[in-house]
């Protein structure tokens, strides 16, 4: 089997297996201040007004370079790179955090998002 493949498999499977504690974290901030979301998750990358409501956007992107394999026509693969991703949106009301959203194929739990404490 193609080991490229097989890596390119385990690296989205993996993400994809820690979206529950990933939803933990960002549960945990319904109902927070907004000064306090960003005092803990840092500068957003951007934000935006829409309906009376603010969003407070959140990215992180990382492109892993999976190197090729062999050299002969049986069983080479090519080297490949794999873009990993994640967005997270909190929405704002009234100066506190009443919903999130995201969208990817790397949003799990890490340092880089803190839970509320």
């Given at each position: 089997?193609?080991?490229?493949?097989?890596a390119?498999s385990?690296?989205?499977?993996?993400?994809?297996?820690?979206?529950?504690?990933y939803?933990d974290v960002?549960?945990?901030?319904?109902?927070?201040?907004e000064?306090?979301?960003?005092r803990?998750w840092g500068r957003?990358?951007?934000?935006?007004e829409?309906?009376g409501?603010a969003?407070?956007?959140?990215?992180r992107?990382l492109?892993?370079?999976?190197p090729?394999?062999?050299?002969?026509v049986m069983g080479?693969?090519?080297?490949?790179d794999v873009?990993?991703s994640?967005?997270?949106?909190f929405?704002v009301?009234?100066?506190?955090?009443i919903?999130w959203?995201?969208t990817?194929?790397?949003c799990?739990?890490r340092?880089?998002?803190p839970?509320?404490a």
């Amino acid at each position: 089997m193609n080991r490229c493949l097989v890596a390119a498999s385990v690296v989205v499977l993996a993400s994809c297996a820690t979206t529950t504690p990933y939803k933990d974290v960002l549960s945990s901030w319904s109902g927070a201040p907004e000064s306090e979301l960003v005092r803990d998750w840092g500068r957003p990358t951007r934000s935006y007004e829409a309906g009376g409501r603010a969003f407070i956007v959140y990215e992180r992107r990382l492109t892993l370079h999976l190197p090729g394999t062999g050299t002969g026509v049986m069983g080479a693969s090519p080297a490949m790179d794999v873009e990993m991703s994640c967005t997270t949106t909190f929405e704002v009301a009234g100066s506190k955090v009443i919903s999130w959203s995201y969208t990817g194929n790397d949003c799990g739990a890490r340092k880089s998002s803190p839970a509320r404490a």
